[in-house]
């Protein structure tokens, strides 16, 4: 290729990083807020949250761009901006997804715990951001690592509205080489590298974040504890 040509890839990759940080910084915060108020004493937030997280995972995200992007525009008179409709409708849709993660991860919390705060009056807040984030956070980071490779790729979709992101980018020059073999090729693997960047560095979070409350991280999702063998008497 020339150098016009990986000049237009790496400003395709510089915009599929912007989005995908920006997205996932919506995502995160999303994913807290309404995490946090499934777990609400108020039936009615809960039913707020449920319901935000059904509506929105129950939705194409290609959709839900593509209305952001041209409905919108229609119904209130105002344009976002190709990279903020895209932020907008993938931060949403996956924060729904992180959600989830959020609320199981403070269900899985010693419910002792919880009961401990209550005998120290703490108030709900405290209790949350004193006993059960600190152990739930760590738990949620697996999930969360996921979910932002799937979050990468899903930025893919904002191609479809003309935003110039890297697969958007590599079909110009495909189109311009005529070499498909080739040039997808090399954003498959500048997808990979990217998502490789990515599940380093939400290993090395992870174990920073179990350190803090003592915790070691586990070897692998599938890996299976094994049994301790004692001799006679309990003597191993």
Do not use: C
Request: a positive charge.
């Amino acid at each position: 290729m020339t150098s016009g040509l990986w000049e237009l890839v790496l400003r395709g990759i510089w915009t599929t990083v912007q989005l995908l940080v920006f997205s996932a910084l919506l995502g995160a915060a999303v994913a807290f807020v309404v995490g946090v108020a499934r777990t609400h004493q108020s039936r009615a937030v809960r039913f707020l949250a449920a319901l935000y997280t059904t509506v929105f995972r129950g939705t194409s995200a290609l959709i839900m761009i593509f209305w952001i992007y041209f409905v919108l525009p229609l119904s209130f008179g105002w344009q976002l901006v190709p990279m903020w409709a895209g932020t907008l409708a993938l931060g949403l849709t996956y924060g729904a997804y992180g959600a989830e993660i959020v609320r199981g991860a403070i269900a899985a919390v010693d419910p002792a715990q919880r009961e401990g705060g209550i005998a120290l009056s703490f108030t709900p807040w405290q209790r949350m951001r004193l006993i059960l984030l600190p152990q739930a956070v760590p738990e949620m980071i697996p999930p969360f690592s996921n979910l932002l490779i799937e979050l990468l790729k899903g930025t893919a979709l904002v191609s479809l509205m003309g935003m110039g992101d890297l697969a958007f980018s590599g079909n110009l020059v495909r189109l311009a080489l005529q070499e498909s073999a080739e040039i997808y090729t090399y954003i498959l693997l500048i997808y990979f590298v990217i998502a490789f960047l990515l599940t380093r560095g939400m290993r090395g979070l992870e174990k920073k974040l179990k350190a803090g409350v003592g915790k070691e991280p586990r070897a692998g999702a599938g890996a299976a504890r094994q049994p301790e063998v004692t001799g006679v008497g309990g003597v191993s």
